[in-house]
């Protein structure tokens, strides 16, 4: 088994709670709660894990993503400790340890300014979070593994008052649209970047 995501979220932020209320299949998350994300290869083991978590805390499962290659499972809860109780059962059951993660890899990233409003239109189309309006300013990043797009998403939120319009934790590649002021955009670009580039881990394997 390859680990490829293992992260938690210490609170949730109220703009990412409610996204993932949009998407989330199981039980749906509420903001201040703490956070697990894994992500896993072969997606299809994603479902031993989470037994190993449910039968061990009381953590409640949001999403279970089974997809071509990969698997995501997101659990959380109001207590923190039961949140990376249920993390140390996933690497038991997996024989894994923190270590054996990938470390995200930023794979692009852009702000577009000024946005044009038929533009702005087609993200509205795709998005399940906030609106982005026209004339303000567009973030999207891109990262590898595709969980970690759940962190850059709560630390950007944290760090200035910015619209989350979407987020996609799963898949080959992980991204993340934001929508603002060009200052406010700006900062929680910063704080996503930043809070990637901090998370240790092994290599990708590939670029690709």
């Given amino acids: 088994m390859q680990l490829r995501t293992f992260i938690h979220l210490d609170v ?46 009381r953590v409640f499962p949001g999403m279970q993503i089974v997809e071509r290659a990969y698997g995501l499972v997101e659990m959380h809860h109001f207590d923190q400790g039961d949140v990376r109780a249920a993390g140390e059962a996933i690497l038991r059951r997996a024989e894994l340890t923190e270590a054996d993660r990938m470390a995200p890899e930023i794979i692009s990233r ?3 300014h000024g946005i044009d409003g038929h533009q702005a239109m087609l993200v509205n189309r ?16 891109e990262v590898a593994p595709a ?21 996609v934790t799963f898949g080959q590649f992980g991204r993340l649209y934001l ?30």
């Fill in 110 to 112: 852009e702000i577009i």
């Fill in 12 to 57: 949730l932020q109220p703009q990412l709670a409610g996204f993932f209320q949009t998407v989330a299949s199981g039980f749906q998350p509420l903001a201040g709660q703490a956070a697990l994300l894994v992500e896993v290869a072969p997606g299809i083991s994603v479902n031993s894990l989470t037994d190993a978590a449910l039968k061990h805390t």
């Fill in 179 to 208: 929508g603002g002021s060009e200052e406010e955009v700006a900062q929680a670009a910063a704080a996503a970047e930043r809070a990637l580039r901090a998370v240790a881990g092994r290599a990708p394997r590939s670029k690709g």
């Fill in 126 to 141: 795709m998005r399940h979070g906030q609106l982005l309006l026209e004339g303000e300013t567009l973030y999207v990043l």
């Fill in 147 to 167: 969980g970690y797009a759940a962190l850059a998403a709560n630390e950007a939120e944290k760090a200035a008052n910015i619209n989350l319009l979407e987020v």
